[in-house]
């Protein structure tokens, strides 16, 4: 990360504790703070430093089995000191999904990047040729799945001035989803189309996201990501036949964080003249979450044997803690959390763990407590007659979905066992 520029926080940040003003934030560990305490304002969203290491280590494990390379979904936390933590553990780049989420990589130093989507948009193309052109070092990577993609990247780069050519993955995908050549021969198309534009564009390698593939039927969902692997595939090895690819390793690259033990398996299969590298994408497995992304994981260690040999398997790393503000009626308690703090796309939050201070030694389990409904600024707990919980008391609760917490938060602490503060990190959405 780019030590020139060096990440406070002050109290206009939410969940930062009054009066401070631009403090820095590597100093924080040294202050004392800890959640159970109340040196923080309520509600405040966390990561365990426990669950982050045990994670990176399971991953960085499963990647040694696979044989694949990450490059993990950086829209998941936008944090530059995540971004570094992974790179530190090993991860091959970052990948993100739009112009300006490059902007903030390349502010805070990241010199690889994938992003996962199309390039368009004269300001977008001219803010990346200025970009290569600024810095001989900077390995950027993006998709195309049309002709006529490939036509505007060409015209906008030469328009710009570019000086150094522009490296693209055909985008594989699938019928009535998101982007991508829904066939092989228009993905030949395209792939033709980026050769006769060489040297401005280079043809790198192929690629495409499974995690749109859904069935109710699990087996079902296998299947279809398995058969939509081997058109990637299929397509790759039609690249390869014809020269299309530029000189230097192939990507093959896809798996989000739903399927990404099928990809690793599946693309790690095909040799490519010894030219292929395979690349997958999780950006979730490094917080992991209590609800959608954990029961993916245990379907993911249901089918992958060798994930199962890694013991246990990924722990959530986030959490939301609120402050019981009422107990208007003996079955309903409101906490200080709502929409603005947590995520609700994919599921309602989960309590699981209460606190009292002074009172308790450490948080304890919360059992048939239910968040019924979400406000801006107040969860609405069902809870039963007999439940502990009072006015003043805290209220940990574990997440669906860690994208959309994340860009509630421009500062999250990280904390110990015992919820002492040890570091924090910022966010950059």
């Not at 040294?30 to 669950?51: K, M, T, V």
């Amino acid at each position: 990360m780019n030590a020139a520029t060096p990440l406070t926080i002050n109290s206009l940040m939410k969940g930062v504790p009054h009066g401070i003003a631009d403090l820095p934030l590597a100093s924080i560990g040294s202050l004392g703070w800890n959640i159970l305490r109340n040196d923080l304002p309520f509600p405040i969203a966390l990561l365990r430093q426990s669950a982050l290491r045990h994670n990176s280590d399971w991953m960085r494990r499963f990647l040694a089995l696979s044989g694949a390379r990450l490059a993990p979904h950086g829209k998941t936390t936008m944090s530059p000191q995540l971004f570094q933590r992974q790179l530190d553990d090993g991860a091959w780049g970052i990948t993100l999904a739009t112009v300006t989420q490059v902007q903030v990589a390349r502010h805070f130093g990241i010199q690889r990047i994938l992003l996962a989507n199309e390039l368009l948009g004269d300001a977008a193309i001219a803010a990346i040729a200025s970009e290569l052109s600024r810095d001989p070092d900077f390995d950027f990577y993006c998709l195309v799945d049309s002709v006529a993609g490939v036509t505007a990247l060409e015209q906008e780069l030469r328009r710009a001035g570019a000086t150094r050519g522009l490296q693209v993955l055909v985008e594989v995908g699938i019928p009535g989803k998101r982007c991508g050549c829904r066939d092989t021969e228009s993905a030949l198309e395209v792939a033709r189309a980026v050769q006769r534009a060489e040297p401005g564009l280079r043809l790198r390698g192929i690629e495409g996201f499974e995690g749109v593939i859904s069935s109710p039927d699990p087996e079902q969902a296998r299947r279809d990501v398995d058969a939509f692997l081997d058109r990637l595939l299929r397509t790759a090895e039609r690249c390869l036949q014809e020269k299309l690819f530029a000189e230097g390793p192939i990507l093959l690259s896809a798996g989000g964080t739903q399927y990404f033990d099928l990809v690793a398996r599946a693309l790690c299969s095909i040799d490519l003249t010894g030219r292929a590298q395979v690349l997958i994408r999780s950006g979730c497995y490094l917080t992991h979450d209590s609800l959608v992304c954990e029961r993916l994981h245990r379907q993911l260690l249901e089918r992958c044997p060798d994930a199962r040999e890694l013991g246990e398997g990924l722990r959530p790393a986030l959490e939301v803690w609120s402050i019981v503000l009422s107990r208007p009626e003996p079955t309903r308690v409101v906490l200080s959390m709502g929409k603005r703090d947590c995520s609700f796309d994919a599921e309602l939050p989960v309590p699981f763990l209460w606190f009292r201070h002074p009172g308790h030694p450490a948080p304890v389990a919360l059992n048939d407590h239910r968040i019924a409904m979400l406000h801006d600024q107040h969860a609405m707990l069902d809870v039963p007659a007999n439940s502990p919980l009072a006015v003043g008391d805290l209220v940990a609760c574990g997440i669906s979905h860690p994208c959309t917490t994340f860009d509630r938060w421009q500062f999250l602490p990280i904390v110990d066992d015992a919820y002492q503060v040890v570091e924090g990190i910022r966010t950059f959405f």
